[in-house]
């Protein structure tokens, strides 16, 4: 025992000295390079004192940068998160300028500008020595996730030792269909999902309802009921406000009516934890979870997960390095791709290689650090979103070259979370996931010159602008980096959370509302209270029906009739009623595939169906769908892959359903997680109904995991 300390302190002191000498060089060489970065007094020093300049340099620069940042970090935790990425820089070049400031003689200086560049690079090489060296010592590797574990359960007041029931880490992946992952594990893209598959889990399709997208599907999976989501977004007429999935106050406000439904907080809410999620699960622990952003005040810790990650530094640089270094391979790609002409394609400019960054770095690195903590504090059940490959997709396209590496990222970041369950103090079951797939195709606009709004207008004889606008891109992690940036910049709340003079409100009047949900929309006419009748449409707009049913880029409509009930309008005005839908029967859902005519059917008995439902045509011979929107890959309605997502769950727990049963509906989804949480003697979801805050509440909110320094989320 005593040798085995004498070897492991032998050790960590030859990583200290290792990481030490190469700051040294690292010094030495950009005082070399960098003409307002000096080592040398005026009159010149011999090469050895300016090597001990830069060895007392790069040690207290070490040393301040290991006590001081945690408590300068701590201290900043009010500040929004994209200002504290910016401050992460400064903060790091004026502890340089401290340490220089420290020298003897003061030999040591630098301009600030320089001294932010030297900085990030001395942290940047410092992290990648240490972690190099701690990659190729597993021993070493081992004793820091042991360390970081103990330190938490001494906290928690548990005994140590991996005992007690096992706990459950459900991962999303957002976007990713059931094809995708199989054709990216047999490709060998993700060999950690290839290395599970069919050796210690089982993959399983399953069936999204027919809105399929994060906001339904996700309600669904924790809170047990996505009853009246009909789209990603959608017009309420008694509020006269349009409900955007990913807006803060519609998620808390969706949250708020699953409760209600299902009498029960959600599946998370004994001892669990929720990351990256538009919605809570009713997890104590929370963090970069939209609907409790929408909460004011100094109790809104909903960015408090990405304060846990940057309170180690080398954290801060390594993630802001690979940020810009993400947004350059954007612009790259998107160049490449115009260059080569390559069809469909969608514009890639202005913001979006930034949000791009955001959702593929930050936010990744962020939630599976957060993960990581919830593992070693051995918390009982996390479920964790991870964004990155719905947002390239949406763009790039599903099957892109740009998306698979980002898979390929992706399975690294599994890899790391499979490592550290090996650590935790408890066993860990992990359980993958997704909450739709991608369909590709050229968007309604691409393929016909004219977007759906305007069709529709057309349609009612209103008039048509020369310039098609744009439908705004519902991708998940757009409205993350937006809120962030709304928070940093301080633009005002209206009394529900939005931004004033946001979309929330259309304007007054009786001109339809268009609302495009991927390959959806849904069409309103605000005037009329009520579910407005197909006669009464033909009625007021005797063109309009026709113009969108003979649409080639339009597959079906669903609308209500005063004489037959809710029906289905296909080619030449053809009436299906709802009740007499079937599937694969030559009918007008002919072209969408099995459960299509259940799909519809359930949300034609949602209250806050549109007047008129429109789904995109589909071509069943290549999977391609038409978006309202500007994306290439989409998803949101009937049609291809972006119905089928999948679920990887371990052997030790029973299967999702039985032999030549299907798995449907995010609901069902729900009901076989929440099974799985009971045979591990887990969480018992009590049926109760929690209080929700509503948007600008003062609810607390319990705090992510402890701000220690994590294993690098890129290894």
């Not at 005593?2 to 040294?24: E, K, Q």
């Not at 003079?501 to 991927?518: K, N, T, W, Y």
């Amino acid at each position: 025992m005593g040798d085995g300390r004498w070897r492991a302190g032998g050790r960590a002191l030859f990583r200290v000295i290792a990481v030490w000498a190469v700051s040294t060089l690292t010094m030495l060489t950009l005082a070399g390079l960098l003409p307002e970065f000096q080592l040398q007094s005026d009159d010149g020093d011999s090469f050895t004192r300016t090597a001990l300049t830069a060895a007392w340099g790069a040690g207290v620069f070490g040393l301040l940068t290991a006590l001081v940042w945690p408590v300068v970090v701590r201290a900043l935790l009010l500040v929004p998160a994209l200002i504290l990425g910016l401050l992460v820089f400064f903060l790091n070049g004026s502890l340089l300028l401290i340490a220089l400031w420290l020298t003897p003689d003061g030999r040591g200086a630098a301009d600030p500008e320089t001294a932010v560049v030297v900085a990030a690079v001395m942290s940047a090489v410092a992290s990648a020595t240490s972690t190099a060296l701690a990659v190729r010592d597993d021993n070493a590797y081992r004793r820091r996730l042991s360390r970081l574990a103990d330190r938490r359960r001494r906290r928690r007041g548990d005994d140590g030792g991996r005992s007690g029931p096992p706990g459950t880490v459900f991962l999303q992946l957002d976007g990713v269909g059931h094809d995708v992952l199989r054709h990216a594990a047999d490709r060998g893209v993700m060999p950690t999902v290839a290395s599970w598959a069919g050796a210690t889990h089982r993959l399983t399709p399953w069936r999204t309802d027919w809105s399929s997208q994060t906001g339904s599907s996700q309600l669904g999976i924790l809170h047990g009921s996505n009853h009246d989501v009909p789209a990603f977004r959608w017009y309420e007429k008694e509020r006269g406000r349009v409900v955007v999935s990913n807006r803060p106050s519609s998620a808390v406000e969706l949250q708020r009516r699953a409760i209600e439904r299902t009498g029960d907080g959600g599946l998370l809410t004994v001892d669990g934890a929720s990351r990256g999620n538009l919605f809570s699960g009713g997890a104590d622990q929370l963090a970069l979870v939209l609907s409790m952003a929408a909460r004011r005040g100094r109790a809104n810790r909903s960015r408090a997960g990405y304060f846990a990650y940057f309170s180690d530094p080398a954290n801060a640089v390594r993630t802001a390095m690979s940020f810009v270094a993400e947004v350059g391979r954007e612009i790259g790609q998107s160049t490449r791709a115009r260059l080569r002409g390559d069809r469909p394609r969608v514009g890639r400019g202005g913001l979006y290689p930034f949000i791009r960054a955001f959702a593929t770095v930050v936010e990744r690195d962020v939630v599976v650090a957060a993960v990581i903590g919830d593992m070693l504090a051995g918390r009982t059940a996390l479920y964790a979103d991870l964004v990155a490959y719905d947002e390239v997709a949406h763009h790039s396209g599903p099957h892109s070259k740009d998306a698979e590496r980002v898979l390929e990222r992706l399975d690294r970041s599994l890899a790391l979370i499979a490592k550290v369950a090996e650590h935790a103090p408890r066993t860990y079951r992990i359980v993958l996931l997704s909450d739709h797939g991608q369909s590709p195709g050229e968007t309604f606009e691409g393929a016909y010159g004219l977007t759906l709004r305007d069709l529709v207008r057309a349609g009612c004889g209103l008039p048509v602008s020369r310039r098609a606008g744009r439908s705004r891109s519902g991708a998940e992690a757009r409205d993350a980096a937006r809120h962030a940036l709304r928070t940093a910049l301080h633009v005002p709340l209206d009394e529900e959370g939005d931004e004033e003079g946001g979309e929330e409100r259309p304007p007054h009047g009786s001109d339809p509302i268009v609302l495009a949900s991927g390959n959806l929309a849904l069409i309103s006419f605000p005037d009329v209270p009520g579910r407005m009748s197909r006669e009464e449409i033909d009625r007021r707009h005797p063109a309009l029906l026709s113009t969108l049913a003979n649409h080639p880029g339009i597959g079906f409509l669903l609308v209500h009739s005063e004489q037959h009930g809710s029906v289905v309008m296909g080619r030449d005005g053809a009436l299906t009623p709802v009740s007499d839908l079937k599937d694969g029967d030559g009918g007008p859902l002919a072209d969408f595939g099995p459960g299509a005519a259940d799909a519809v059917r359930r949300t034609d008995t949602f209250p806050h169906v549109a007047d008129i439902m429109v789904n995109s045509m589909h071509d069943p011979k290549d999977g391609s769908v038409h978006a309202f929107e500007e994306q290439i890959g989409s998803h949101g309605g009937l049609g291809g892959e972006q119905s089928q997502p999948f679920l990887l769950s371990p052997f030790d727990v029973t299967p999702p359903v039985g032999v030549g049963q299907e798995l449907v509906g995010a609901e069902q989804v729900h009901r076989v997680l929440r099974r799985w949480l009971r045979e591990c003697q887990g969480p018992q979801v009590p049926i109760r109904k929690p209080e929700i805050t509503r948007p600008g509440g003062q609810e607390q909110e319990a705090s992510p995991a402890s701000g220690h320094p994590l294993p690098d989320p890129h290894v």
